[in-house]
């Protein structure tokens, strides 16, 4: 059966809303895309509701002429520094032993993990099952139908700042969108890039973004580690122009254009031209110069990654090693820096599985985005799902068109 879902990336760079149509034996077919430049958006987070607003707004309108639909709901991406996340357990006795675990067991299961003490200004997530046990017996991945008298699950639990959650559905909700469910940016990511295979193994999953580096370690198949620490790609860019003298929007189009993160990588020969700021004219700069300004802060940002790996006690876990996406894994020579400074294997993540409109989301920088609208089979299996758009209006009047057919 086909459904039609709406994924929202609120990214500190661009917006990006993304139309979809899932089918379970065909996969994700990109049907509308609306992509338009940050406003209102810093690490992560909202910071003027007014712009971010209307830069959803654009964005949203933008999908709607390509896909032909009407917007009505979506799943949105959140991140940024304000995002905690713990490992809990959860204790209950199974209410009718004869028929096995039933549905109502697991949800009153995955309740008492989340039955934590939450600082005031932080509200519940994700509460994510990384394993169940039953009766003593560990390693259940799904327990509905297993008979026993004692069920137990052991969790990831996600929060996030009420204020940040309020101010991002507050500017969603002004761009005419429903809300359906709030999605932790890096599990969406890695329901896009990863395998099953690299999920089992364990993995993790690196999101450079312009304000944030998200990060989710993946064990035997599920998350069990998950932080956001406030690094990313407009560093590089402010390095760039204060070094460089210039201004923040050339600085930008210079790393994307000309950028590498691995110095010894660049051809000596290698030249481009810049125009600084008290220059009398165009100066001619080598590539490894440029190359030179920007590797210190890459390798800051790995630097990061591997202090969360080691924080997170899962450091000899990852035989699959690190996958990376987001706009900065983009960068030549950032799979190379990434392989050497962490000694892990190193691959850039790529959405998979998609057809339709996909000349703008088949990078790494499209991670979160295909992520989201992918979400929905995860969301539907706790019976959760709900349309997102209206039906397009040939399909509205076909209904109409048949009553007057004959027969």
């Known amino acids: 059966m086909e459904r039609s879902v709406v994924g929202i990336d609120v990214g500190s760079s661009k917006i990006t809303v993304l139309v979809a149509e899932i089918d379970e034996h065909e996969g994700t077919r990109i049907v509308g895309v609306g992509q338009v430049p940050s406003r209102g958006v810093g690490k992560g987070v909202i910071v003027n509701v007014a712009e971010a607003t209307a830069a959803i707004t654009d964005a949203v309108e933008a999908a709607e002429q390509s896909s032909g639909y009407q917007i009505e709901r979506a799943f949105v991406g959140v991140s940024g520094a304000h995002i905690s996340s713990y490992n809990s357990q959860g204790v209950v006795g199974v209410s009718r032993r004869d028929r096995g675990i ?129 690094l990313g790609g407009e560093y590089i860019t402010k390095d760039i122009a204060t070094l460089l003298r210039l201004p923040p929007e050339v600085a930008e189009a210079v790393k994307i254009e000309h950028g590498h993160a691995f110095a010894a990588q660049v051809p000596e020969d290698e030249r481009f031209t810049i125009a600084p700021h008290g220059e009398s004219g165009p100066v001619v700069m080598p590539r490894w110069k440029l190359a030179e300004i920007i590797q210190p802060r890459c390798e800051e940002i790995l630097e990061g990654v591997q202090q969360e790996i080691k924080r997170s006690g899962y450091d000899g876990l990852l035989p699959a090693g690190l996958v990376l996406c987001g706009g900065t894994a983009q960068m030549p020579g950032m799979e190379t820096l990434a392989r050497e400074m962490l000694e892990l294997p190193v691959r850039i993540g790529v959405p998979h599985d998609l057809s339709g409109l996909t000349e703008k989301v088949s990078g790494p920088d499209a991670a979160v985005a295909v992520g989201l609208v992918q979400w929905v089979p995860l969301w539907e299996q706790l019976g959760g799902w709900k349309a997102s758009v209206g039906a397009p209006w040939w399909k509205k009047l076909a209904p109409w068109l048949r009553a007057l057919l004959p027969g």
Request: hydrophobic residues 45%.
């Open 102 to 230: 039933t549905p109502d067991d697991v949800d009153r299961v995955l309740e008492a993990a989340g039955a934590i003490v939450l600082p005031q200004n932080q509200e519940l997530l994700h509460i994510i099952p990384r394993t169940y046990t039953v009766d003593g017996q560990e390693g259940v991945r799904d327990p509905l139908g297993m008979h026993g008298f004692r069920l137990e699950v052991e969790a990831h639990v996600v929060t996030a700042s009420v204020t940040a959650v309020q101010n991002l559905t507050k500017c969603v909700g002004g761009a005419g969108v429903e809300v359906g469910e709030l999605v932790l940016t890096s599990l969406a990511a890695g329901n896009a890039v990863l395998t099953q295979t690299e999920r089992e193994m364990g993995v993790v999953l690196v999101d450079i973004g312009e304000g944030t580096v998200d990060i989710a370690i993946f064990i035997e198949g599920s998350v069990w580690y998950t932080r956001s620490i406030t």
